[in-house]
Every structure is written in C-alpha cells, then in structure tokens.
T-cell receptor, first 111, second 118 residues
C-alpha cells in the first residue's frame, strides 16, 4: 500500500523558534493534509492542500503541496507553548479515496 | 454543537468477548470512517462508509465489522477481540463539500476510544 515518510519523528524547540516538518512518498497524492493532535483528543485538521504547488497559510502555519505531488511540508513560525502536540501529514490519492497518514511528528516547545 | 461522539471512551475486555464501539454524528454527514492509532504507526483506516448501506474496507479491516443502517451512526464491531486489537480508536465524519476529495479531507474526528483486550 501507499506509505508516507514523515520527519522528524520529534522536535524539542524553544519558544519563538520556527519549526519545519515534511512528508514524502513514492506515490502521487491528489490531496495533502496536515493535522494536529493534542493529548486525549482526536486529530484536528490544520491545512488542506488540493493542487500541486499550492502554498497555504493558517495563522502562523504555512504548508505547501510539492510540485511532484509526492511531498508536502509544514512550517510553524514563532512557536508558542500551545503548539505542543503531534502533527500528522496525510495524503489522499488514487481511486480508492482512502487517507494514508504519516507516523507523526511530536513537537515540544520549551517556554 | 456539531460533534462526533464515541462510546465508550475507555474499555477493558477479555479475548473473545464480543464488543461494539458506537459512533454518532449530528452534522448529517455522508462520509464516516474508523481508524486505529498505535504508537509509531500513526493512524490506519479500518473501514469507511460513503453513505447509508455503503461500507468498504480500509487498510486494516481484519477482525472488525461495521454497519451503516442510519446516516448518523457507524458502529464498530469486534466479534472476537484479540490482544493485538488493543489500540486507540477514532471515528470520523465529513460531508457537505462539493468534491469527494474535499469531503474526505475535511473529517471531524471523535474524542477516541481506548480499548484494552486482555
């Protein structure tokens, strides 16, 4: 099946720093999604990308859909303590309309 | 309030004892889905449903059953649970968008059900 390689697995940063994480795949996806999951809760959609090359922002978050359709990145600028959580990428592709998730990036922000 | 609810939130059971995890949404969504989340593996889709009476297998359907008799409910059934089904389970729903990609992309996730099978 399709697989997503998400990196890094974890990050420990200081408040105010910028963060970057990415996902790559050997398969082409038609849609890339980025989710955040906080402890004890389900994932919440942050950004959805529907076109190759698309660059979309949501507040301090910026995500891009790679030109090759095989990768995507998420940037968080000026991190704050409430950014702590697990960030997942997900891709939607092919004719089966199934979401494939990356394994997540655990973000810790030190005040 | 728009929401996806799951019950129970926590369950400890024994091998072979049939159980059902309920999922309900109040947003009139067509698309519903079940995922399991395991450490280091991310979320993996178990089953999904495009609408009432329409269900299909996800990536890890073995050992699970679902039904979609009503639009709002999508129960997950474990006929004979085994320890390898110990996991955190999420139900999700979406709908109201124009394209199927947008429908699947804008899923609302429930709060999760932590299942332990001894």
């Amino acid at each position: 099946g399709q697989q997503l390689n998400q990196s890094p697995q974890s990050m420990f940063i200081q408040e105010g720093e910028d963060v970057s994480m990415n996902c790559t795949s050997s398969s082409i996806f038609n849609t890339w999604l980025w989710y955040k999951q906080e402890p004890g809760e389900g994932p919440v959609l942050l950004i959805a990308l529907y076109k190759a090359g698309e660059l979309t922002s949501n507040g301090r978050l910026t995500a891009q859909f790679g030109i090759t359709r095989k990768d995507s990145f998420l940037n968080i600028s000026a991190s704050i303590p409430s950014d702590v959580g697990i960030y997942f990428c997900a891709g939607l592709g092919g004719s089966n309309y199934k979401l494939t998730f990356g394994k997540g990036t655990l973000l810790t922000v030190n005040p | 309030e728009a929401q996806v609810t799951q019950n129970p939130r926590y369950l400890i059971t024994v091998t072979g004892k049939k159980l059902t995890v309920t999922c309900s949404q109040n947003m009139n969504h067509e698309y519903m889905s079940w995922y399991r989340q395991d450490p280091g593996l991310g979320l993996r889709q178990i089953y999904y449903s495009m609408n009432v009476e329409v269900t299909d297998k996800g990536d890890v359907p073995e050992g699970y059953k679902v039904s979609r008799k009503e639009k709002r409910n999508f129960p997950l059934i474990l006929e004979s649970p085994s320890p390898n089904q110990t996991s955190l389970y999420f139900c999700a729903s979406s709908g109201g968008s124009v394209t199927l990609s947008e429908i699947i992309s804008t899923q609302y996730f429930g709060p999760g059900t932590r299942l332990t099978v001894l």
